[in-house]
């Protein structure tokens, strides 16, 4: 009966067991977990957009031969996230039409312009340093499949991290005007990345229950926290100011202080009025729409070949 299945999921999270496609599970946590699975599987998707911006106009062959495979990840990310949902019950071209129709939401972040092509390397080194900070512990999420896709996301993560580093590091051996463009790009994306963890957790209304079913293993504050503490040293290594003159080391809590994120500027993008979200939607509905005899030639082949089959 299902107060017997409560108690052995409780007890599967209690044990630190993961949770199966097939076992039950609390309609809340199918239900928690399509809505986080698929907010970060659409950052995947819409997150190539700003970064193919420059695909077209990287400086060297190389530089654009690595950013088209970045991209190219990012598009992976999305697939095995989307598989994920799947494996909930939750249909793909459902949450598609949830996307490009701005029902559900995507990361805040995605929503900012890439201005020069330091922009790329500070999409690699804080973005998606950040990134890495928030999923290294959903390696450790209750929920299989998720926990599963992590793993592998996460490596081609830091691979991203590092190109980004690399590239700003080459950067910053440049020319004046070359140092310039980083610190322009950091000053722009500072801000924006602390946002990528959500709200405050005195505001953060899913952070208890969540963590309650280990789906979070950490709050919000807390990975911010690790995030500036691991990303102030590769800062100073670089050569760049970050943006915050209430930046720190506070030797009490040995961590770093920082100052306040501007909440009205987090709202205003998740509620759809960032600087890219008209157009980062418009592009993803308009890519979905021309699309579409893809989709259709894929589906006339698979029933031709059930078809052929049955013969
Ligand atoms: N951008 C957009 N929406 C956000 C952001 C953000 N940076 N942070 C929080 N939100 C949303 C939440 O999705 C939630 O909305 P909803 O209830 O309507 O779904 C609301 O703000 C309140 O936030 P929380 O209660 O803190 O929500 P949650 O517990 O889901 O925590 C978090 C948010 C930390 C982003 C979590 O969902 C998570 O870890 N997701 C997986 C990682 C991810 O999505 N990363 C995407 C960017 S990284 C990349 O793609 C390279």
Known sequence: DRSELERQFEDTI?????????????DGY???????????AHSEIIGMQPEANWITRAPSLRRKAILLAKVQDEAGHGLYLYSATESLGADRSELTG????????????????TLTFADVGVIGWLVDGAAICNQVPLCRCSYGPYARAMIRICKEES?????????????????QGQRRMVQEATDRWWWPSLMMFGPPDADSPNTAQSMAWKIK???NDELRQRFVDMTVPQAEALGVTLPDPHLRWNAERGR???????????????????????QRVAQRRRAHEEGSW????????????RALRQV
């Not at 691979?159 to 980004?164: D, I, L, T």
């Open 30 to 40: 199918r239900s928690t977990l399509v809505r986080q699975i698929a907010q970060h």
């Open 159 to 175: 691979f991203h991290q590092r190109q980004g580093y690399e590239l700003l590091m080459t950067m910053m051996h440049g020319t």
């Open 256 to 278: 770093y202080d920082f100052g306040e994120i501007d909440w009205t500027e987090f709202t205003a993008v998740i509620k759809g009025n960032g600087p890219c979200n008209a």
């Open 217 to 219: 293993r950490h709050t």
């Open 14 to 26: 209690g044990r630190d067991q993961r949770i199966e496609p097939r076992d039950w599970m609390p």
């Open 294 to 305: 893809v989709r259709e030639a894929a589906a006339a082949h698979a029933e031709k070949q």
């Open 98 to 113: 949830k996307l490009i129709s701005g029902k559900q939401k995507y990361s805040s972040i995605f929503n900012y312009p």
